[in-house]
Nanobody, 129 residues
């Protein structure tokens, strides 16, 4: 059973940076996709970024238009951890950030929150103006 645990959220000033971590355990699929989503109060959960892997090879990566140039995804294999590095943060980036996992990859579902079957507990990111 796949389990995800996020960490790294916090309070940061406008223009600051944060690195969110998603520690994964129980991943058995050779090909899988990790997605990052966020949800602000009163809003729907929205896509931030995803990256898929097959074995040691990184496959497709995509970022939300609102985050392009300000976010990147990386993986630390020994730690089974996926990172979401964010910079130039804005107050509108404030939200609870979630990582999610699903075996396999297909561009038709990779940006859709409803397609993922395993979620972390979320980590709060607050950007002060």
């Amino acid at each position: 059973q796949v389990q995800l645990v996020e960490s790294g959220g916090g309070l940061v000033q406008t223009g600051g940076s944060l690195r969110l971590s998603c520690a994964a355990s129980g991943v058995t699929s050779a090909t899988y996709t990790i997605g990052w989503f966020r949800q602000a109060p009163g809003k729907e959960r929205e896509f931030v970024a995803f990256r898929s892997w097959s074995g040691d090879s990184a496959l497709t990566i995509r970022y939300a238009d609102s985050m392009k140039g300000r976010v990147s995804i990386s993986r630390d294999d020994p730690k089974n951890t996926v990172y979401l590095q964010m910079k130039s943060l804005k107050p509108e980036d404030s939200a609870v950030y979630y990582c999610a996992a699903r075996g396999g990859f297909d561009i038709t579902w990779a940006t859709s929150a409803s397609a993922y079957n395993t979620w972390g507990q979320g980590t709060q990111v607050t950007v002060s103006s």
